[in-house]
């Protein structure tokens, strides 16, 4: 009885600690609706077609649900994100970095590109065997620093943080929704058949006054893989667990 009364005390006290951690959920509901962006700004899909080529990625159909990524290299991780477009007012004091956790209560963060950064800034991002970051570019547009640690690369997000606005505070915009109290404030799209990707942010709250242009911030990177589908996990298990089954066999006999 009283080995019972510990139990329960004890799964009571992780319960309470952990009652406002929730596990993070890296996937997103997609598609979702797309704005036109102000007069004489470029929209996601002519963004897309710009070195993609024309129409080979939709702005509505091609829209993918990752929100959580991880190097597609195994050995030496690493990754090299390159801004492409910014069309917000402001593009000065914006910045987007790159983030990883495994509860909504446990991020680590660390900006990429600064507000001096513009379109062709590129940064390289690359990992050591221990795990630590080195994120460089150049002085000013970007982050330099140096085997830091707590960004896992093998699952990360990218993260916006607007400057404020009449009407609007500063805010963190993350890739994975659930972290925006469950709205869309960017999206990812995957050159087929590749490891090179593009993520769109709109740095106003899309339920509420965002014009959803999506073209606030828009930066491409490679080497990157999406964050496996639960469904694929599944079928990576059984997998797993029918080898281990066909290797008792053999070793029984």
Avoid: H
């Avoid at 390159?82 to 900006?111: C, F, M, P, Q, R």
Wanted: glycine letters at 10%; a neutral charge.
């Amino acid at each position: 009885m009283k080995k019972k009364i510990v139990l329960l005390t004890i799964i009571g006290l992780l319960i309470c600690t952990t009652a406002f951690a929730l596990p993070i959920n890296p996937f997103n509901t997609r598609s979702i609706d797309i704005g036109a962006p102000p007069s004489g700004e470029l929209s996601v899909q002519q963004i897309l077609d710009s070195n993609w080529g024309t129409n080979v990625v939709n702005a509505i159909t091609g829209q993918q649900s990752a929100g959580m990524w991880g190097s597609s290299s195994m050995l030496y991780p690493s990754t090299i994100p390159t801004i492409i477009y910014e069309g917000a007012g402001l593009a000065g004091n914006n910045t987007v970095g790159i983030w990883s956790g495994t509860d909504t209560d446990s991020i680590t963060k660390y900006k990429i590109f600064l507000g001096a950064a513009d379109a062709g800034t590129v940064a390289s991002l690359s990992w050591d065997i221990s795990g630590n970051l080195t994120i460089a570019g150049t002085p000013v547009k970007v982050n330099n620093i140096s085997g830091v640690a707590g960004i896992n690369p093998f699952s990360f997000g990218f993260y916006l943080d607007r400057a404020p606005i009449e009407g609007y505070p500063a805010v963190t915009y993350y890739t994975v929704d659930q972290l925006n109290g469950n709205t869309p404030q960017a999206v990812a799209y995957n050159l087929p058949n590749s490891d090179t990707w593009k993520i769109f942010f709109e740095d106003l709250p899309y339920n509420n006054g965002g014009t959803r242009d999506f073209n606030d911030f828009v930066f491409r990177t490679e080497s990157i893989r999406a964050v496996p589908e639960p469904a694929t996990m599944l079928l990576l298990g059984s997998g797993l667990i029918g080898l281990a089954g066909f290797a008792r066999r053999r070793f029984k006999k």
